[in-house]
């Protein structure tokens, strides 16, 4: 496998772990140092921050874990990215892609069963969110481990006051 | 090509004929002892089969050609394929990638001309079905067919009863 | 880097570009006899010409310059691309892609503070056009230049007429 498609696979894996809510999957690509960031657009190709950095695997793990909303019964996501542009440099390697997130929620088939007409799938898919990834990778024994998170948001972001 | 991205193109070929409703095209994708199977998601991570399975590529063309609803005038749709994860094991491979399924409608043109002030493309793009393909292929003579395909949709599905 | 993938960052970077609105940066990626042409879709597989040809790299950058409509306070667009397929033969390569473009409208977050409830990213993203770019490259120096792009849109597009 080339080092470029396995950086993009680490990435494929993130959004996996994000959309199953999976703190340890997601913590476990993550290095001991990583610095993760979420940002709000203010402009154009201006942001600013959106909280405080998260730092480390460990971190990342227990954010996932506490902070993100959990899925209503029938409810999944779907993070996903295109457009990659990947550099590699010896175990170095920076990678910025695109994600639009989409919102999923199936129907809950009648007890007296779908009604007539009812065809194909039973609900709704409807993007929400989107940005860009602008991350930064380390080879460790081998294998690709995010070191820096980037998260750039299309929008501003409310957050609930604490 | 890497042997990744020759089954990446697969897939690619795949989400193409399954838009163009081309039968022959999606058929030839598969080997002679393929299994095609449809999932609904019924919680988080469980699954349910919807209908039997086909077997091999001409079960699969005539699904394509027979149970496809066409496309109404104006209409097309984009099977969609992001955050491939892909093994490859000498002549045989494992493919598990994300899909969002877009329906387009496409306005039809006013034989009086465009309302004033209509500008840029005319109709509707509207995503109405995701899940995840997973998929396991086999080398053969140098080309890459599918051998399994399970379709894990995040909804259950309605069947007009025969 | 394979080459395959050289090419598809070429489109990484067109869809950037033109999501910036930079001219610029969207000039440099064709060659100075480059030909772009879009075309709305017809009927199934059919398709006709909308506008004229644009020629070289110099029209590609006035096209996005002067007719590209910009942003509005808030917005953004992804166009976003998928399951390529890319032939390469030496130093010339054909690209075939899937593309949805999503338009992103940032909510202003009011004087006053996000309303009682609001949660998470503040505003909305919502596909509007697709179709296909199916593109030819020659390398030169060692770079993948485009020499020919046609964009394959599924709608009729309304142009004001001049």
Redesign the interface.
Known sequence: ??S??EVQ?V???Y??ATD?RDGKAQGALFTDDAVVRIHA?TG??TYEPVGEPLIDGVAVRYAVENFM?P?PE?G?S?H???????E?DGDSAHLNA?F?V?R?R??R?PETG?TEG?????????????GYYDTWLRRMNGDWKIVRHDVL????????EV
């Open positions: 496998m080339t470029e498609r696979e990435l494929a894996r959004v996996r199953a657009k154009q190709g909303e899925h029938g999944s779907h996903t990215t295109s457009d990659c542009i990947i590699v695109q639009v989409f999923v199936a129907r088939r779908w009812a065809l194909g799938a039973q609900g709704t898919v409807e993007p929400y969110e989107s948001m299309d929008m501003p972001m409310a957050i609930p």
